[in-house]
Protein backbone atom coordinates (compact mmCIF):
# COMPACT_ATOMS: atom_id res chain seq x y z
CA UNK A 1 0.00 0.00 0.00
CA UNK A 2 0.97 3.63 -0.72
CA UNK A 3 -0.69 6.43 0.70
CA UNK A 4 -0.85 9.88 -1.06
CA UNK A 5 -1.31 12.85 0.54
CA UNK A 6 -1.73 16.35 -1.18
CA UNK A 7 -1.03 19.94 0.04
CA UNK A 8 -0.56 23.32 -1.37
CA UNK A 9 -3.89 24.30 -2.70
CA UNK A 10 -5.65 27.43 -2.65
CA UNK A 11 -7.57 30.47 -4.01
CA UNK A 12 -4.83 32.43 -6.88
CA UNK A 13 -5.19 35.07 -9.13
CA UNK A 14 -4.88 34.57 -12.75
CA UNK A 15 -1.28 34.72 -13.94
CA UNK A 16 -0.08 33.57 -10.48
CA UNK A 17 1.97 30.81 -9.08
CA UNK A 18 0.97 27.79 -7.11
CA UNK A 19 2.95 24.58 -5.74
CA UNK A 20 1.66 21.46 -4.98
CA UNK A 21 3.12 18.79 -3.04
CA UNK A 22 2.52 14.98 -2.59
CA UNK A 23 3.78 13.13 0.10
CA UNK A 24 3.87 9.51 0.15
CA UNK A 25 4.19 6.58 2.98
CA UNK A 26 3.89 3.08 3.03
CA UNK A 27 5.37 0.69 0.68
CA UNK A 28 8.68 2.26 -1.68
CA UNK A 29 8.10 5.68 -2.95
CA UNK A 30 11.19 5.29 -4.91
CA UNK A 31 9.56 2.53 -6.73
CA UNK A 32 6.34 4.25 -8.79
CA UNK A 33 5.65 6.63 -11.67
CA UNK A 34 3.88 9.65 -10.87
CA UNK A 35 1.75 11.10 -11.88
CA UNK A 36 -0.78 14.38 -11.78
CA UNK A 37 -3.92 14.62 -12.60
CA UNK A 38 -7.09 17.32 -11.92
CA UNK A 39 -11.14 17.27 -12.66
CA UNK A 40 -13.46 20.04 -12.61
CA UNK A 41 -17.08 19.84 -12.00
CA UNK A 42 -19.14 17.93 -13.99
CA UNK A 43 -16.40 16.68 -16.32
CA UNK A 44 -13.38 13.68 -16.53
CA UNK A 45 -10.33 13.43 -14.84
CA UNK A 46 -8.01 14.83 -16.83
CA UNK A 47 -4.02 13.84 -17.37
CA UNK A 48 -1.49 16.80 -16.61
CA UNK A 49 1.80 15.41 -16.13
CA UNK A 50 3.72 12.32 -14.88
CA UNK A 51 7.05 11.34 -14.03
CA UNK A 52 9.44 7.73 -13.88
CA UNK A 53 10.54 6.51 -10.80
CA UNK A 54 14.04 8.42 -11.28
CA UNK A 55 12.99 11.44 -12.34
CA UNK A 56 14.83 11.00 -15.59
CA UNK A 57 11.77 10.96 -18.01
CA UNK A 58 8.26 13.32 -17.62
CA UNK A 59 5.35 13.63 -19.60
CA UNK A 60 3.21 16.41 -20.01
CA UNK A 61 -0.47 17.32 -21.40
CA UNK A 62 -0.29 20.10 -23.69
CA UNK A 63 -2.81 21.95 -21.95
CA UNK A 64 -0.19 22.59 -19.27
CA UNK A 65 3.39 22.06 -21.56
CA UNK A 66 5.27 25.10 -20.45
CA UNK A 67 3.36 26.24 -17.86
CA UNK A 68 3.63 23.26 -15.40
CA UNK A 69 6.55 21.38 -14.02
CA UNK A 70 6.56 17.82 -12.22
CA UNK A 71 9.26 16.61 -10.30
CA UNK A 72 10.12 14.43 -7.37
CA UNK A 73 12.14 14.16 -4.37
CA UNK A 74 12.87 10.42 -3.44
CA UNK A 75 14.27 11.34 -0.38
CA UNK A 76 11.61 12.59 1.48
CA UNK A 77 9.31 10.75 -0.20
CA UNK A 78 7.57 13.84 -2.26
CA UNK A 79 6.51 14.48 -5.72
CA UNK A 80 5.75 18.07 -6.52
CA UNK A 81 3.63 20.37 -9.21
CA UNK A 82 4.56 23.98 -9.79
CA UNK A 83 2.07 25.67 -11.62
CA UNK A 84 2.71 28.94 -13.39
CA UNK A 85 0.66 31.42 -15.09
CA UNK A 86 -2.44 29.93 -14.07
CA UNK A 87 -5.64 30.31 -15.50
CA UNK A 88 -9.60 30.26 -14.81
CA UNK A 89 -9.82 27.36 -16.43
CA UNK A 90 -6.69 25.64 -14.06
CA UNK A 91 -9.53 25.66 -11.58
CA UNK A 92 -9.97 22.07 -10.45
CA UNK A 93 -9.38 19.38 -7.94
CA UNK A 94 -5.54 18.08 -8.53
CA UNK A 95 -4.82 14.52 -7.34
CA UNK A 96 -1.59 12.61 -7.13
CA UNK A 97 -1.05 9.15 -8.22
CA UNK A 98 1.15 6.30 -8.17
CA UNK A 99 1.46 3.33 -10.66
CA UNK A 100 4.34 0.75 -11.19
CA UNK A 101 3.25 -0.19 -14.92
CA UNK A 102 1.49 0.78 -17.66
CA UNK A 103 0.98 3.96 -19.86
CA UNK A 104 1.53 7.29 -17.30
CA UNK A 105 -0.99 9.38 -19.16
CA UNK A 106 -4.43 7.06 -17.94
CA UNK A 107 -5.45 7.13 -14.83
CA UNK A 108 -6.65 3.58 -14.51
CA UNK A 109 -2.70 2.81 -14.82
CA UNK A 110 -2.27 4.31 -11.62
CA UNK A 111 -2.77 2.14 -8.24
CA UNK A 112 -2.98 4.41 -6.20
CA UNK A 113 -4.66 8.09 -5.48
CA UNK A 114 -4.66 10.95 -2.63
CA UNK A 115 -7.68 12.47 -1.53
CA UNK A 116 -7.03 15.71 -3.89
CA UNK A 117 -6.73 19.41 -3.08
CA UNK A 118 -8.63 22.43 -4.47
CA UNK A 119 -6.90 25.03 -7.08
CA UNK A 120 -9.01 28.06 -7.88
CA UNK A 121 -8.13 30.83 -9.48
CA UNK A 122 -9.84 33.76 -10.04
CA UNK A 123 -9.92 35.78 -12.75
Known amino acids: QVQLVESGGGLVQAGGSLRLSCAASGRTFSSYAMGWFRQAPGKERDFLAA????????YYADSVKGRFTISRDNVKNTVYLQMNSLKPEDTAVYYC????????????????WGQGTQVTVSS
Open 97 to 112: AAGDSGSPYRAYEYDY
Open 51 to 58: ISWSGGST
